[in-house]
């Protein structure tokens, strides 16, 4: 360009000398990169990690104050405890079997074969995700509680609606986690393998598992991590007699006022989960070392094939597992529409009286609002820090670490969190238990890690050439980041703020701490009105769970149209 001094980039793409010199000296972008990062952390340190820690110290302390370990172990040692803490075990782990066994077949009908309407299939199979546990838990209660369908197996208040409503949840982690990959796979060596005489068994035992297998696990071990800290579901199907850690702690802190057993727990439990995380985390880097050999120098695979016989086993789990989703949906909504032997809307009539459940929906939202809009503030600086392309190894670490640190969220129920901030947010200098911003502050800790893991894969794609080239034609900063990187980030930027709205909507764990009795949210009302006697509070408990979930599948319909692909494309 006339009349201006050029140099060139390593990158080969011509830079202003002066932004070239302003490359050489990272101080100025680490120091931008720490403004970003200190607002998060902040944020963490007082509303998670204070917290956490209070909580932790409250378990291991006694009435005087002082370290008191065997009342500690005291706790831990119930009878009851070790009960809680088995069924929370193995109900997770028989939940992940069956949500891994249920999920491949699945997983390989809809991204491997040509099936009619595959889109919509998918969306089905990925829908219960989104659904608040609320939801759920009323869904299937409506499916075994007398009158309804399958009330003639006798498992209402029983651990195999648990087990069910777990398995509806986690089929769409196996299925969007193991399909995409499984879809990529090379199909030659597989085919290879079937023209030298290997039956189908053999083909996917010797060729396909290898390659599968790092997703299995990362998809069974957040599936493990999901079941193992489910509230909603287990708090309506499974009551105190079929009790895990998360709604144990509950009962002890709402119920029983015993607060010392309830942080005991909830230390337990965040042992429990960072284990958990460590393990994701192995098999996550694991998956990401499988996915670079599958695709090194090798042809995406082909389009979908043909149904063969072969085919019918994972036809009929595809069947059973679509059966499993629909069906509990389908009965609420029919059933909040029965009112004794006739067609009625009486109980959604009485969702606007004194139910107030349009109030709660209101309230529900403009917290969720809220919590959403925080969720993504902090969520865009968190996403930029954490996607910076660090040169050394020094800064490859602390940008690990910062990465890890706002993802600990993650691994911690939003019962501790809420018990939490029962503990330590009402007294001076943060007395604010009956604040407003309470319960946004609780719904943005949760959502935060899903608006980072939304926005950080679509960052680190960003390639800088484009940007340069727009600073070397002349443009300011500002605008060669709203020529080059601004088309790629509207969308993803729209599904992390959907996802974060549409989690808030629904979330219950935390909100049942923090909730005011006068003003409770939409996902706390319907759990009072199970809470009632009466067929009537029960039909009225459905048709707010209908309510609740067609404002959530909106939430999410507007994602998917708006947000496109990114509303379904998530780091890990």
Known sequence: MEGRHVEVSRDGVAAPAARARAGTSPFPRVLVLALLAAAPLVFLGIFFAWPVLA??????????????????????????????????????????????????????????????????????????????????????????????????????????????????????????????????????????????????????????????????????????????????????????????????????????????????????????????????????????????????????????RRVTRSDAPALAATLFALALVVTPLVTLVLRSLRDGDGWSLVHYRALGGELAALAALSVSWRIALDAALLALALGVMVSVVVSWRARTPRGRRVIAGLDAAFMLPLGVSAVTVGFGFLLTLDRPPLDLRSSPILIPIAQATVALPLVVRTLVPVLRSLDPRSREAAAALGASPLRAWMTADLPHLWRPFVAAAGFALAVSLGEFGATAFLAQPESPTLPVLIYQLLGRPGAGNFGAAMAASVLLATVTALVMAAVERIGGSAAGRMDG
Do not use: K
């Not at 009878?79 to 079997?97: D, E, G, S």
């Open 55 to 304: 909580m932790a110290v409250r378990g291991v302390t006694g009435d005087g104050g002082g370290a008191d370990l065997a009342g500690a172990w005291d706790v831990v040692t119930r009878p009851r405890t070790l009960r809680v803490l088995w069924f929370t075990l193995w109900m997770a782990a028989l939940a992940t079997l069956c949500s891994v066994a249920l999920g491949l077949p699945v997983a390989h009908v809809l991204y491997r074969l040509r099936v009619p309407l595959a889109g919509l299939w998918r969306a089905l199979v990925v829908l219960p995700f989104v659904l608040p546990t609320v939801v759920v838990g009323v869904a299937f209660r409506s499916l075994f509680a007398p009158g309804g369908p399958l009330a003639a197996l006798g498992w209402d208040g029983t651990w195999q609606p648990v087990l069910l409503a777990m398995v509806f949840f986690n089929i769409s982690v196996v299925v969007r986690t193991v399909g995409p990959l499984w879809a990529s796979l090379d199909p030659r060596t597989a085919q290879a393998a079937a023209g030298l005489g290997a039956s189908p068994a053999q083909v996917f035992r010797t060729v396909m598992w290898p390659a599968l297998r790092p997703a299995v696990v990362s998809a069974a071990t957040v599936v493990f991590l999901f079941c193992s800290t489910a509230f909603g579901i287990v708090l309506m199907l499974g009551g105190l007699r079929y009790a895990t850690l998360e709604t144990e702690i509950y009962s002890l802190t709402v119920e029983f006022l015993d607060l010392r057993a309830a942080a005991v727990l909830s230390t337990v439990q965040f042992v429990l989960v960072a284990l958990l995380l460590l393990g994701a985390e192995r098999a996550r880097s694991g998956l990401r070392r499988s996915d670079s050999v599958v695709r090194r120098g090798v042809a995406v695979a082909d389009e979908p």
